[in-house]
């Protein structure tokens, strides 16, 4: 199967822009924030991820967590008759396979990659 150039060359400046954000944003900036009534003398430092990571994480991490999350559930699917058949749970499995790649995917904020 031949891919057209446009493509190609699309994909190529999506991932050159994602290199050049990365490479000249800052890693993280600490602002600092207020927070409740109750505690609106104290400020905590909240840290935003740099442009760059977010980009990163929007065009190339996110669109792979989402293939991570489908093939997990092909395998869920494929290895459930063996688990069926060996009285095991089906929580571990399902847990490992699809739960976690989701929400690495859809939960965490744009731009963390990490805990």
Same mark, same amino acid.
């Given at each position: 199967?031949?891919?057209?150039?446009? &493509?190609?060359?699309?994909?190529?400046?999506?991932?050159?822009?994602?290199?050049?954000?990365?490479? &000249?944003?800052?890693?993280?900036?600490? &602002?600092?924030?207020?927070?409740?009534?109750?505690?609106?003398?104290? &400020?905590?430092?909240?840290?935003?991820?740099?442009?760059?990571?977010?980009?990163?994480?929007?065009?190339?991490?996110?669109?792979?967590?989402?293939?991570?999350?489908?093939?997990?559930?092909?395998?869920?699917?494929?290895?459930?008759?063996?688990?069926?058949?060996?009285?095991?749970?089906?929580?571990?499995?399902?847990?490992?396979?699809?739960?976690?790649?989701?929400?690495?995917?859809?939960?965490?904020?744009?731009?963390?990659?990490?805990?």
């Amino acid at each position: 199967m031949k891919k057209s150039r446009g &493509t190609g060359v699309l994909l190529a400046f999506a991932l050159a822009t994602c290199m050049t954000l990365a490479g &000249t944003a800052q890693a993280q900036d600490s &602002t600092p924030v207020r927070t409740g009534d109750a505690q609106a003398a104290q &400020t905590q430092n909240v840290e935003t991820p740099s442009a760059g990571a977010m980009a990163a994480d929007l065009i190339l991490v996110r669109p792979l967590g989402l293939a991570a999350t489908a093939v997990g559930f092909g395998l869920f699917l494929a290895n459930t008759p063996f688990l069926i058949f060996e009285g095991r749970p089906k929580t571990a499995p399902w847990n490992k396979l699809v739960r976690a790649p989701a929400a690495y995917t859809f939960k965490r904020p744009l731009g963390k990659m990490s805990d």
